[in-house]
């Protein structure tokens, strides 16, 4: 966007395992970060796509994004256009807003992540044609807690393990979480409001579903629970 402040740069100057405090400024995707460090915004902090592919891909172990605005990704589904791109293990991604963003969070083999307190959106875009809110595919153990997601896709969890997902608020979307070939992860007290699905397990096995509420699922086709 005109004026906006290159990221790159001021993630490449920062060093390993230091902070970089960003201002109440528009700065300026892609960004990569692979190296251990906080980043760190304040309210006015905007991170912009510009309409063009992902926002921000962490590569690095032990990365910590706290405080950013995160919008206006690109809007292509064979690319996975995403805020947030997670390849790495052991990351911290809390109080973030992603706003116009195709895909919020899209995990792949990266393992040990927390993803606490964000507010997710899609594209206002018809129902399936929507990225999802949060993506875990081939990832353990990670905790996806107490985030907002609103008018996305769905919430999915694909051949992983090991995950927790509680206190998440999803409204108006597809599917509210979907595993499909997923094991051993636990779905606690959630709440799901005016989705197609609440909750829907496919070929997923020992999987702990507690404490959950679901409201209001509607259309044709929908379900509350399905197995």
């Not at 921000?56 to 292509?76: K, P």
């Not at 197609?196 to 070929?203: K, Q, S």
Request: proline share 4%; net charge negative.
């Amino acid at each position: 966007p005109a004026g906006a402040v290159a990221l790159q740069p001021l993630i490449d100057a920062t060093p390993t395992g230091a902070t970089l405090r960003l201002e109440a400024k528009v700065y300026a995707a892609p960004g990569r970060v692979d190296r251990p460090m906080r980043i760190e915004g304040v309210p006015g902090t905007i991170v912009d796509g510009g309409g063009i592919g992902s926002i921000l891909t962490v590569e690095a172990a032990d990365v910590m994004l706290t405080g950013l605005t995160l919008r206006n990704s690109g809007d292509r589904h064979e690319t996975t256009d995403s805020a947030l791109r997670l390849r790495g293990r052991n990351g911290i991604f809390k109080d973030n807003v992603i706003e116009d963003c195709l895909f919020g969070f899209e995990l792949k083999q990266s393992d040990g992540n927390v993803i606490r307190r964000n507010r997710i959106g899609s594209k206002d875009l018809p129902q399936a044609l929507r990225g999802d809110a949060i993506r875990v595919w081939y990832s353990n153990g990670n905790r996806i807690e107490d985030n907002d997601i609103d008018h996305v896709r769905d919430a999915v969890v694909w051949y992983s393990t090991d995950n927790i997902l509680t206190g998440n608020r999803i409204s108006d979307s597809r599917y509210g979480i979907h595993l499909m070939y997923a094991h051993k992860n636990k779905l606690e007290r959630n709440s799901f409001l005016s989705n197609t699905v609440g909750i829907f397990l496919m070929y997923a096995n020992d999987n702990d579903v507690i404490d959950n509420v679901i409201h209001y699922s509607q259309g044709p086709s929908g379900i509350g629970l399905g197995f």
